[in-house]
């Protein structure tokens, strides 16, 4: 059996997790989600290490990533992503509740593939994440070395 693209969500606010969960299941994804709630714990869920050394090959299909983080902060994970030659062709789409500029600016700047303010209303919110769920999970080819897309 084909292994599903895997989502990491990385996102310590418990209610923005909530409904970020809850919209990835209102479409049926089958894809697992992998929660991380610090930077310290998407990274070490990426690179293997600590408590997800034993955890399955491959990269995520896509990396939804908050950006007000503890340990490690979202802009300092994804510029780790980003110049790591194994991690780098992974797609990270940074949704956070920042709309300033110079968060936007650096974002692209460091090689984020999307940029989404959460909206405040809750089913803007779950619209938004279910269409970034479908195309980064379903739509989009994933690089070599992800798990296989599947619904």
Known sequence: MTQLARILLVEDNPNDLELTLEA???YHLTNEVVVARDGQEAMDYLLRQGQFADRPLGNPAVVLLDLKLPKIDGMEVLRLI???AQLKVV???IMTASREERDLAQGYMLGANAYVVKPVDFHELI???KALGIFWAVVNQSPPGSASRSV
């Open 24 to 26: 990835l299941s209102e």
């Open 82 to 84: 980003k110049t790591d």
């Open 91 to 93: 797609p990270v789409v």
């Open 127 to 129: 619209d938004a994440v």
